[in-house]
């Protein structure tokens, strides 16, 4: 599998980098875990607008999703070709509903439809393409998921966003590769079942037995550095920051 960040930034784009997206690739076929704000024009640095095969949103906040809308404006209302046929499309409960309303606009109430094949996500384990994945539950004010992907016996967890929570800890159990939220910091903000902080994120880690850590989402106010660093002091394995245009082969 090969994953690229596409952008990585919390709560909304910093000067450097879009918000949460990231392209995983396998047997040609591309799988894109959210799509947040900026998410859709820095995609294009990295394939062609109409080269995915589907698409996984953790939650409906706007940092991980908003940038469906303009999404749909690409798929609807393209000329050349003629109008995309459906994507599918995996997220919450409400998904179709939440993108129409955020639109505004749409042609009609199914127009999203017509462009993307929605399917509600639970805990459970099922296929996307040539991936086996498996999504549970994670804590967040809204309903959010954690997902591990998984090809030819190798493994990426995304913990999408999330407070500390025992299911995340085992959904990661010998993951290749934990992309994992560190948006707070530790000692600074503690606010229960919202988001980890560095600390957190490499204690996670260490108790799933993870490969290596690659923390994300962190938003614009908080120091990068300082959350690396609090992650490296409890877990020993491999430890980065996520950037806008990197890749990992897994």
């Known amino acids: 599998m090969k994953l690229t960040v596409v952008g990585c930034s919390g709560s909304f784009p910093s000067a450097e980098s879009a918000c949460s997206s990231y392209l995983v690739e396998a047997d040609g076929f591309r799988l894109l875990l959210d799509m947040g704000n900026g998410a859709l024009g820095e995609l294009q640095r990295h394939i062609g607008l109409y080269d995915l095969d589907a698409i996984f949103l953790s939650h409906l906040h706007a940092d991980h999703c908003i940038d469906m809308c303009a999404y749909f404006v690409a798929r609807y209302y393209r000329h050349e070709g003629g109008r995309c046929a459906p994507i599918p499309v995996y997220g919450p409960e409400g998904t179709e509903q939440r993108l129409t309303t955020a639109y505004a606009d749409t042609p009609s109430a199914s127009s999203m439809s017509e462009v ?135």
């Open 116 to 250: 993307f094949d929605f399917h509600t996500v639970k805990p459970g384990s099922f296929d996307i393409g040539p991936f086996a994945v498996r999504t549970e539950k994670v804590c967040h004010p809204v309903e959010a998921y954690a997902i591990r992907v998984e090809h030819e016996g190798r493994s990426l967890t995304y913990s999408g966003d999330t407070g500390t929570c025992d299911v995340l800890d085992e959904l990661a159990t010998g993951t290749d590769l934990f992309l994992c939220e560190a948006a707070f910091t530790h000692g600074k903000e503690n606010i229960p079942d919202l988001h980890l902080n560095g600390r957190e994120a490499g204690e996670s880690a260490a108790r799933a037995g993870a490969g290596r850590l690659l923390l994300t989402h962190i938003p614009p106010w908080t120091d990068p550095q300082v959350n690396l660093a609090d992650a490296r002091a409890v877990y020993g394995g491999p430890t980065a920051l996520a950037a806008p245009g990197a890749t990992y082969e897994i």
